[in-house]
Structure formats: structure tokens, C-alpha cells
């Protein structure tokens, strides 16, 4: 499996969750996945890229939802 998400230190203690594509920090429901303990950083980068590749086998690689049957009465 690709991982599209890793973490990096900051310092000592604190972690950031980066997009390895852009080297930019991730960001989830508008926050920066920055200043973390190293636990929690991985364990978030893990549910991202669990997270990508369920998203990637739904979409494929055109990112286009898939069409949805109409249920007739």
C-alpha cells in the first residue's frame, strides 16, 4: 500500500502528520495536524491512509463518484 500520509518531528515531543505528495502538514476538519505526541501522530496518519485508500478504491482513479441506480416502486 501507497502511503500518501507520514509524520516528521518537530522537536522532541511534538510530531506533525505531513501529505508526502506537497511536504505540507495535513489538515483535518480545519485543523493542522501539528504539535501532537508521536502515538497519536501515528496513529492519525494511519487513519488517513486508511482513509485515502478506501477513498481511491471507491473513486478510482478518476475521483468520480460512481453512478447510483434509481430504485423503481
Known amino acids: 500500500m501507497f502511503s500518501r500520509y507520514d509524520i516528521r518531528p518537530e522537536c522532541e515531543v511534538t510530531y506533525t502528520v505531513y ?3 506537497t511536504g ?3 489538515v ?4 493542522t495536524l501539528a504539535g501532537i ?3 497519536e ?3 492519525i496518519a494511519d487513519l488517513l491512509n486508511g482513509l ?4 481511491e478504491k471507491v ?4 475521483g ?3 453512478a447510483r441506480g434509481i430504485a423503481s416502486a
Request: a negative charge.
Open 19 to 21: 501529505d508526502i505528495d
Open 24 to 26: 505540507q502538514p495535513a
Open 28 to 31: 483535518f476538519q480545519g485543523r
Open 37 to 39: 505526541g508521536i502515538q
Open 41 to 43: 501522530a501515528d496513529e
Open 52 to 55: 485515502d485508500e478506501g477513498l
Open 59 to 62: 473513486l478510482g482513479e478518476t
Open 64 to 66: 468520480a463518484l460512481p
